[in-house]
């Protein structure tokens, strides 16, 4: 079974910065896609961002340019960069892994909190 830890999110002040950080373990071997999701209270879950094995990324528009999806090489350990932070980008943010680019998430963590304040 797929285990994925999250790490890094807390409280920051709006314009601030956090990085994430996800490691994937137990039950695959092969380096899978993996990305973020996030959901604010009172809000449907979005996709954050994902990343390929081979370094494709996808944002979604609200934070293009202020997050950088990144991965480890041949590893399923996915990092997330977070600049200049709204206080609209508070939400759990959970961590997915995915069977392959084109699907959906098959595995997710179970979250960390990210605040922003005003």
């Known amino acids: 079974q797929v285990q994925l830890v999250e790490s890094g999110g807390g409280l920051v002040q709006a314009g601030g910065s956090l990085r994430l950080s996800c490691a994937a373990s137990?039950?695959?071997?092969?380096?899978?896609?993996m990305g973020w999701y996030r959901q604010a209270p009172g809000k449907q879950r979005e996709m954050v961002a994902r990343i390929s094995t081979g370094g494709s990324t996808v944002y979604v528009d609200s934070v293009k340019g202020r997050f950088t999806i990144s991965r480890d090489n041949g590893k399923n350990i996915v990092h997330l960069q977070m600049n200049n932070l709204k206080p609209e980008d508070t939400a759990v943010y959970y961590c997915?892994?995915?069977?392959?680019?084109?699907?959906?998430?098959?595995?997710w963590g179970q979250g960390t909190q990210v605040t922003v304040s005003s």
């Open positions: 997915n892994l995915y069977q392959f680019w084109g699907g959906s998430p098959v595995y």
């Open positions: 137990g039950g695959t071997s092969s380096s899978r896609p």
